[in-house]
Nanobody, 123 residues
Framework: QVQLVESGGGLVQAGGSLRLSCAAS????????MAWFRRVPGKEREFVAD????????YYADSVKGRFTISKESAKNTVYLQMNSLKPEDTAVYYC????????????????WGQGTQVTVSS
């Protein structure tokens, strides 16, 4: 059973920072592209960032570019999302996802998902 477990969400003021973590099973982490998505109630799940299995390549949505950084720590089977200069519009449930390919923003293409962690940014 492949599992992804997110943590690190919470309440922060605008301009602040949070770091999300996604702990993955060893098989998932070593072979899969890892990604972060977010969802606001009533809207579709939105791509935030992804990182290849090697960690050599990362891609960001325009809305977070320059503020968020995705990274991975292989020794801990964990992928991170460092979020700086947070804005109220970043408020959402953030999800970790994994896939053997690199589906980018194609939500339906990902094989595995975490349960999500809430991020709330107050103005």
């Amino acid at each position: 059973q492949v599992q992804l477990v997110e943590s690190g969400g919470g309440l922060v003021q605008a301009g602040g920072s949070l770091r999300l973590s996604c702990a993955a099973s060893a098989r998932t982490f070593s072979r899969y592209t890892m990604a972060w998505f977010r969802r606001v109630p009533g809207k579709e799940r939105e791509f935030v960032a992804d990182i290849t299995w090697s960690g050599a390549s990362a891609y960001y949505a325009d809305s977070v570019k320059g503020r968020f950084t995705i990274s991975k720590e292989s020794a801990k089977n964990t992928v991170y999302l460092q979020m700086n200069s947070l804005k109220p519009e970043d408020t959402a449930v953030y999800y970790c996802a994994a896939d053997q390919l690199r589906p980018g923003g194609r939500v339906d293409a990902y094989d595995y998902w975490g349960q999500g962690t809430q991020v709330t940014v107050s103005s």
